[in-house]
């Protein structure tokens, strides 16, 4: 299928770590929110929330203390908190799912736009501590950080062949 | 961000779950494996794994007769079903967002193929039993069915306004 597009922005992709010193417009941060919004959910519930923070906000460095990535969380030009709304919920996997559909959305937007993006998940370790740093409600839970910014590397990464993930020939 | 396909992708895809009695190409659904292959997974781990039920298989019936959705099921040219290996499992909530971030690369994928595709979550409630039907080890979770084909309506959607999901303007 060459020459298709979103086939090859899903195959390109990468984890983005390292940002240079320049900005992320408010334009572009709004079209991969927007790529967030549009994600499919069970029941159409859409149970995420979403935070920003942008460079010069302290609380980016009030996140970067709670995680072992918060050299990438420092240099991002802006974050992007993902979370749930326990109100909204309908089922703990499904509703996992959905935000993995935002997330991967959100990430593909950013690709698509030339910035840098990461899925920061370990930072969910400390995901209640973070809610408190933020101040927002305990019915909130964090489901992932991505930290975007513009790209200083090329990213690589590497995925089994599909052969080791089918369960038969087809 | 006018002509972005990736970005139209993801704002235009819809479920569809009326299908043409059309076949869809094995190319085409191995490019929609590819992409979900190429989906992000907590540490890389890739738990994910996948069958692919062509129509005229008899299990497809056997699918069918496990959701309300049957009708749906019986009607796709293909389905794709995609699972957990819960020997690969790291972190529930993080395996069950790379399922969602898989399902949506799979999804997109369909829709940039001009395929019409539906996530079908409510038959994970009888997810043990898929399992046993398809005569699979009890180490797979079912995530979700994809039901594959060529699309015989337009779908709609809706969508909460981005306003009512940020937790805070910026």
Partial sequence: MP??????????????????????????????????RWAPSGLNNQPWRF????????????????????????????????????????SPM????SAGAVIQNMLLAAHSLDLGAVWLGEIVNRGDEVVRALDLPDTLELQAVIALGR???????????????MLEDF
Same sequence: chains 1, 2.
């Fill in 3 to 36: 020459g298709n597009p979103v086939l090859d922005a899903i195959r390109h992709r990468r984890s983005i770590r390292k940002f240079t010193d320049q900005d992320v417009s408010r334009r572009e941060v709004k079209a991969v929110l927007e790529a967030g």
């Fill in 51 to 90: 935070l920003v923070i942008r460079r010069g906000d302290p609380r980016q460095a009030a996140v970067a203390g709670l995680t072992k990535y918060g050299h990438v969380v420092e240099r991002a030009a802006t974050l992007i908190c993902v979370f749930l709304d326990k109100d909204a919920v309908y």
């Fill in 94 to 97: 499904k509703d996992h799912q």
């Fill in 151 to 165: 790209p200083d590397q090329k990213g690589s990464s590497k995925r089994k062949e599909l052969g080791d993930l």
